[in-house]
């Protein structure tokens, strides 16, 4: 199965560390509950605790303190975690995952396409720029792997299923 995961980034850690921070309380409280790979629905259960919802999360990833990632653990063929992904669809979400992704992907050529998902601010662009990525990813590591790609893209992104690109 396939789970939507957060891990905290660097700045995470550092914010949580961070006694004078200027993060609300509640976020950094929420924050503070993440370990590494926290599943989305644990997430947003805690986030529930503290009276949030998943508009914490969301702000937490525009931030730059959450990181999403795909856990995959069983057959690729069972459904990813689809209420969590639901409550969770966005452009900061889905922009996050795809730098994240073409990071580890690229290693040191990352920097560049996190430049240019700084630069998209619509589902749309997101979208046009997924497809160059997913042409980059078949041609160095084959089709099975853009097709996970696309996959996952295709969960975080609320156009993706009624448009004609990715």
């Given at each position: 199965m396939t789970h939507l995961c957060f891990n905290k980034t660097r700045a995470g850690v550092a914010e949580v560390d961070d006694r004078h921070s200027p993060l609300p309380q509640k976020l950094r409280a929420l924050l503070g509950t993440i370990t590494t790979r926290s599943k989305a629905e644990t997430l947003l259960n805690q986030a529930k605790s503290l009276g949030l919802d998943a508009s914490a999360i969301r702000e937490l990833v525009r931030r730059g303190l959450l990181e999403p990632m795909f856990d995959e653990t069983g057959p690729a063929h069972e459904p990813a975690n689809a209420n969590a992904c639901d409550e969770l669809r966005c452009l900061d979400i889905a922009r996050a995952y795809a730098t994240a992704y073409m990071r580890d992907?690229?290693?040191?050529?990352?920097?560049?396409?996190?430049?240019?998902?700084a630069m998209v601010d619509t589902e749309a662009d997101l979208l046009l720029l997924l497809n160059n990525c997913i042409q980059v990813i078949i041609a160095v590591e084959g089709a099975e792997c853009a097709a996970r790609f696309t996959r996952h893209v295709r969960q975080l992104v609320s156009q993706a299923e009624s448009a004609d690109v990715i």
């Open positions: 992907f690229a290693g040191d050529a990352g920097d560049a396409f996190r430049t240019l998902f």
